[in-house]
């Protein structure tokens, strides 16, 4: 019951599962979003970089990147990118022996870019050099080595000041500065890819590095994914519309109105921060308040509970236990196996009352930590039990007698019976005979009940092998062999008039089947549902079934009364069958 009591404190807990695995640090991991955002970049790469390459064999100039005063991307910078995306997809699957092979040849090739561009400067050459781009190349290839060897702090931080340079280039050009003739000579479409790279290489491995923190659970991961985003954008458009205007009015007033803008930006940012935290806050306080409420609920239920319940630390010490295990006393109990399972305490005395119940270990990240106990008192129903034996020792003694008297009584009758028939006729001596066989048959029915010591039903198999040796003696039919097989058990009620018919069967075949005093007997009992009786002798036989007979009209009395069919057959010996259902116990009033 107290299990039930805690499944039901669980689910009022629950009852907005989104806010509370929030407050818990449980809520989905928003590094899954930043590894689908890396692939994306990565694929915007690819197909920007294979536009670039395809406005160059088609010569539009759109595509190669003529666009706000930029130059083209050249087709080898594109294909270098589309190298670059491709091994960052590799990456993301922990494909890293590519990424390997493809730093190595970066790292070479624009290292000697590099070293050739500034010899050529020393002599006045190289104006329209792309060394900026060569530097980053060789930072993405440095980028590529480290995460390959699971380094993530280094290159995160490489990759971030390559986002940043191509930042300034990709929005100079959006705010009409001059930036390919006076600043860092990098094409438009260039610096969108730089921008892309940088920003899949640091959504790459969201939980190492200097952008862990960002996708944590805890509340500031989620001021940091909440208020990054907002902070760019606010930013990007205010630089951008501060540059726009800066042309149009006085000297000076576009930096003034950036600097006002800036702090205007960043109270705003304090005040979304301030509610966001006070938000959380209130949360917090509300989930603390159910918490509470949850743990007084949930101490009344235990408290109140007619079980004795206690908490038990590893070292078997008590830390709880509720009022129905104080008032037992009870402060230790034998430690349970650190197996993880269950314990079942079948009986325990305490006092003068008898309890059962269980020992249940507690787990801590697979670490054995406790267990807890709860006993239930039985006393009341070992009282009963106790009863209730008693009450069954009475009823079987009872029964025991009244088989035993029956018995006694039946044998008397067959006592009175042979005297009688000492001074009868012959004619009158044969059915005083057979009427003493079939008392005797009812006799050795109640013979077997009392011996076997179960009144709920008789064995037919010990009963048929009695009546079969009293038959044998009373006829003295020492030369016909005998086969029972009757694993079978009936109730009382079915056990008479089967006994009976059994006894007639047997008795016929013993008389009249065997002038030579040699054969054999089979008795067979089956059940399958139904039951079936079978009793068949290897004897000469007989000529049709006689009709009228004492011994077949009372075969068919008790088949009528068994509710099942009677057959004789007559074949190379005669076997009487009969299949019928057990009856049910008749109330007698």
């Given at each position: 019951?107290?299990?039930?009591?805690?499944?039901?404190?669980?689910?009022?807990l629950?009852?907005?599962p989104?806010?509370?695995?929030?407050?818990?640090?449980?809520?989905?991991?928003?590094?899954?979003?930043?590894?689908?955002?890396?692939?994306?970049?990565?694929?915007?790469?690819?197909i920007l970089?294979?536009?670039?390459?395809?406005?160059?064999?088609?010569?539009?100039?759109?595509?190669?990147?003529?666009?706000?005063?930029?130059?083209?991307?050249?087709?080898?910078?594109?294909?270098?990118?589309?190298?670059l995306?491709?091994?960052?997809?590799?990456?993301?699957?922990?494909?890293?022996?590519?990424?390997?092979?493809?730093?190595t040849?970066?790292?070479?090739?624009?290292?000697l870019?590099?070293t050739?561009y500034?010899q050529?400067?020393?002599?006045?050459y190289?104006s329209n050099?792309?060394?900026i781009?060569?530097?980053?190349f060789?930072?993405?290839?440095?980028?590529?080595?480290?995460?390959?060897?699971?380094?993530?702090?280094?290159?995160?931080?490489l990759?971030?000041?390559?986002?940043?340079?191509a930042?300034?280039?990709?929005?100079?050009?959006?705010?009409?500065?001059?930036?390919?003739?006076q600043?860092?000579?990098?094409?438009?479409?260039?610096?969108?890819?730089?921008?892309?790279?940088?920003?899949?290489?640091?959504?790459l491995?969201?939980?190492?590095?200097?952008?862990?923190?960002?996708?944590?659970?805890?509340?500031?991961g989620h001021l940091?994914?909440?208020?990054?985003?907002?902070?760019?954008?606010?930013?990007t458009?205010?630089?951008?519309?501060?540059?726009?205007?800066?042309?149009?009015?006085?000297?000076?007033?576009g930096?003034?109105?950036?600097?006002?803008?800036?702090?205007?930006?960043?109270?705003?940012v304090v005040?979304?921060a301030?509610?966001?935290?006070?938000?959380?806050?209130?949360?917090?306080?509300?989930?603390?308040?159910?918490?509470?409420?949850?743990?007084k609920?949930?101490?009344?239920?235990?408290?109140?509970?007619?079980?004795?319940v206690?908490?038990?630390?590893?070292?078997?010490?008590?830390?709880?236990?509720?009022?129905?295990?104080?008032?037992?006393?009870?402060m230790?109990?034998?430690?349970?196996?650190?197996?993880?399972?269950?314990?079942?305490?079948?009986?325990m005395?305490?006092g003068?009352g008898?309890?059962?119940?269980?020992?249940?270990?507690?787990?801590s990240?697979g670490?054995?930590?406790?267990?807890?106990v709860?006993?239930?008192?039985?006393?009341?129903?070992?009282?009963?039990?106790?009863?209730?034996?008693?009450?069954?020792?009475?009823?079987?003694?009872?029964?025991?007698?009244?088989?035993?008297?029956?018995?006694?009584?039946?044998?008397?009758i067959?006592?009175?019976?042979?005297?009688?028939?000492?001074?009868?006729?012959?004619?009158?001596?044969?059915?005083?005979?057979d009427?003493?066989?079939?008392?005797?048959?009812?006799?050795?029915?109640?013979?077997?009940?009392?011996?076997?010591?179960?009144?709920?039903?008789?064995?037919?198999?010990?009963?048929i092998?009695?009546?079969?040796e009293?038959?044998?003696?009373?006829?003295?039919?020492?030369?016909?062999?005998f086969?029972?097989?009757?694993?079978v058990?009936v109730?009382?009620?079915?056990?008479?008039?089967l006994?009976?018919?059994?006894?007639e069967?047997?008795?016929?075949?013993?008389?009249?089947?065997f002038?030579?005093?040699?054969?054999?007997i089979?008795?067979?009992?089956e059940?399958?549902?139904?039951?079936?009786?079978?009793?068949?002798d290897?004897?000469?036989?007989?000529?049709?079934?006689?009709?009228?007979t004492?011994?077949?009209?009372?075969?068919?009395?008790?088949?009528?009364?068994?509710?099942g069919?009677?057959?004789?057959?007559?074949d190379?010996?005669?076997?009487?069958?009969?299949?019928?259902?057990?009856?049910?116990?008749?109330?007698?009033t």
């Amino acid at each position: 019951s107290w299990i039930s009591c805690a499944a039901s404190i669980r689910k009022i807990l629950l009852h907005d599962p989104t806010e509370i695995l929030w407050v818990l640090n449980l809520e989905p991991d928003s590094a899954i979003l930043a590894r689908r955002l890396s692939l994306s970049f990565a694929i915007a790469v690819i197909i920007l970089s294979s536009l670039t390459i395809t406005g160059h064999l088609m010569g539009i100039p759109q595509l190669r990147g003529e666009i706000l005063g930029s130059p083209p991307t050249q087709p080898m910078t594109a294909a270098v990118f589309l190298t670059l995306g491709s091994t960052i997809i590799l990456l993301s699957k922990r494909i890293r022996t590519p990424a390997l092979y493809i730093a190595t040849f970066l790292l070479v090739f624009y290292t000697l870019t590099v070293t050739g561009y500034l010899q050529t400067s020393i002599t006045g050459y190289g104006s329209n050099s792309r060394f900026i781009s060569s530097i980053l190349f060789i930072i993405y290839a440095i980028i590529l080595i480290l995460f390959s060897s699971s380094r993530y702090t280094a290159p995160q931080v490489l990759a971030f000041s390559a986002g940043t340079v191509a930042y300034c280039v990709v929005t100079g050009y959006l705010g009409g500065v001059g930036v390919y003739s006076q600043y860092f000579q990098m094409a438009f479409y260039t610096a969108i890819l730089h921008l892309l790279t940088s920003a899949s290489f640091l959504s790459l491995y969201p939980e190492e590095g200097i952008v862990a923190p960002i996708h944590r659970s805890f509340t500031g991961g989620h001021l940091a994914r909440l208020l990054i985003p907002i902070m760019i954008a606010s930013i990007t458009l205010l630089g951008l519309f501060t540059m726009k205007i800066s042309q149009r009015l006085f000297p000076g007033f576009g930096e003034v109105f950036l600097m006002g803008m800036t702090s205007s930006l960043t109270i705003i940012v304090v005040i979304l921060a301030s509610d966001e935290l006070n938000r959380i806050d209130e949360k917090r306080s509300e989930y603390q308040r159910d918490l509470l409420e949850a743990q007084k609920f949930f101490k009344d239920v235990v408290e109140n509970l007619a079980e004795a319940v206690a908490v038990f630390d590893h070292e078997g010490s008590i830390i709880y236990r509720n009022s129905a295990m104080k008032k037992l006393g009870i402060m230790d109990l034998p430690r349970p196996s650190s197996s993880g399972e269950p314990v079942m305490i079948e009986r325990m005395k305490v006092g003068d009352g008898h309890y059962t119940g269980w020992m249940v270990p507690r787990f801590s990240d697979g670490k054995f930590t406790g267990y807890i106990v709860s006993l239930t008192d039985i006393t009341d129903l070992i009282g009963i039990q106790r009863s209730l034996e008693s009450t069954v020792g009475e009823r079987d003694a009872l029964l025991a007698e009244v088989h035993h008297r029956v018995k006694n009584n039946l044998q008397i009758i067959m006592s009175l019976l042979n005297i009688q028939a000492m001074n009868a006729s012959e004619e009158a001596r044969e059915v005083l005979r057979d009427a003493q066989s079939r008392v005797r048959a009812m006799a050795i029915l109640h013979e077997t009940i009392y011996d076997s010591g179960n009144f709920t039903g008789v064995d037919m198999g010990s009963f048929i092998t009695r009546l079969i040796e009293r038959l044998v003696s009373a006829y003295g039919v020492y030369g016909i062999h005998f086969q029972v097989d009757a694993d079978v058990r009936v109730n009382l009620e079915t056990a008479i008039p089967l006994g009976l018919l059994i006894n007639e069967a047997v008795t016929n075949s013993i008389r009249h089947a065997f002038p030579s005093g040699e054969g054999s007997i089979t008795v067979t009992m089956e059940s399958d549902g139904l039951l079936y009786l079978r009793v068949e002798d290897d004897g000469t036989g007989m000529e049709g079934v006689p009709d009228g007979t004492v011994g077949l009209s009372l075969m068919r009395a008790l088949a009528d009364q068994l509710e099942g069919e009677l057959e004789i057959e007559s074949d190379h010996g005669t076997a009487v069958s009969l299949r019928f259902r057990e009856l049910e116990y008749m109330k007698r009033t």
